[in-house]
């Protein structure tokens, strides 16, 4: 490289970059990427994202070059290199949120897809269970689940209070025993429900 860019001071390479002058800038970067590198490193603990943010830095001094006029060269360089850091974490910060809440999104959708599916499997394996009952037995228990008291049911179907607790009883181990793998769920379900 040639002397005079060595020997520039830093205000003098930024008035030839303002110049359009390409080895200038070459000083310039030579001169201050290692220190704005351990400077954003320090703030932001990742080299590759360091190194993207000094990049972008120097990318934008190059683009910007005839807007810029610039009187100490350090302070601004560094200057710049805060603003970056702190728009890097701006830019961390919406897509941690943005994505916390799509995972929440995704997760409630999961877990509202599994609860119908798994209680449509539930509501088909009841109704199979219940047609498994013998006629009487089944028409006890409906009523049951309709609210009926036993009086009620013994009332209505002309049978014994103690024979409607009889049907209500065998009617509950069929089906338990028809829905055992779905018995947790439905605890579950039932206290998540009432």
């Known amino acids: 490289m040639n002397q005079i860019y060595l020997t520039s001071s830093d205000e003098d390479l930024l008035q030839l970059i303002t110049e359009d002058d390409r080895l200038a800038f070459s000083e310039l970067y030579d001169r201050y990427f290692k220190p704005l590198f351990n400077y954003v490193f320090s703030k932001v603990e990742d080299r590759f994202s360091a190194q993207e943010i000094v990049q972008e830095l120097f990318v934008s001094l190059w683009q910007q070059r005839e807007k810029h006029h610039i009187q100490v060269c350090r302070p601004y360089m560094f200057s710049m290199a805060k603003k970056l850091v702190i728009n890097f974490y701006r830019k961390e910060f919406t897509r941690k949120h943005h994505y916390g809440q799509w995972e929440i999104q ?5 877990e509202l897809t599994d609860q119908t599916i798994l209680t449509a499997d539930l509501q088909d394996k009841y109704e ?4 498994m009952l013998p006629a009487k037995c089944k028409d006890v228990f409906i009523l049951s689940r309709q609210g009926f008291s036993n009086r009620e049911i013994a009332a209505e179907m002309v049978i014994s209070e103690k024979t409607v607790e009889q049907h209500i009883t065998k009617a509950l181990r069929i089906l338990r025993q028809h829905l055992r793998e779905h018995l947790a769920y439905l605890i579950l379900a039932s206290s998540l429900f009432s």
Not at 106 to 110: D, E
Not at 128 to 131: E, N, T, Y
């Open 106 to 110: 995704a997760s409630v959708v999961t």
């Open 128 to 131: 199979r269970a219940l047609q």
